[in-house]
């Protein structure tokens, strides 16, 4: 974890990480990965899919924590939160447009430069 703490110091590699990450979320749903409901009624258990699609919702959170962090800006974390919940609720997913602003709201603060006020943690 130290190692991808300090390459994402870079504000590159977080935004290429981020949109790396970010695809599979805009993918997976043809597949039906953001409905658990749908794996458990039809297969009995929780699908491969959704597992992935979750899995990118954790790591872009960790990403925009990481990223904030360093920049004095933690809270940036909410973005990719709040796109998970309107990505997976299931009445909530049909506001598709949401989790795309949280997306681009979380890479437009993540790319900017630490702030000279607040500590950096990574140090």
């Not at 973005?79 to 795309?100: G, Y």
Request: proline share 7%.
């Amino acid at each position: 974890m130290d190692a991808l703490k300090e390459k994402l110091r870079d504000k590159n590699f977080y935004m290429w990480l981020y949109i790396a990450v970010m695809v599979p979320t805009y993918v997976l749903p043809y597949v039906g990965s953001n409905s658990i409901l749908l794996g458990a009624a039809s297969f009995g258990g929780t699908l491969p899919q959704f597992l992935a699609h979750l899995a990118c919702l954790i790591a872009l959170c960790v990403l925009a924590k990481f990223r904030g962090d360093h920049i004095g800006k933690g809270w940036i974390v909410w973005f990719p939160i709040l796109a998970a919940i309107f990505d997976m609720v299931p009445l909530l997913s049909l506001l598709f447009f949401v989790p795309t602003v949280m997306h681009i709201c979380a890479l437009v603060i993540g790319m900017g430069e630490p702030d000279e006020t607040s500590p950096d943690i990574f140090s």
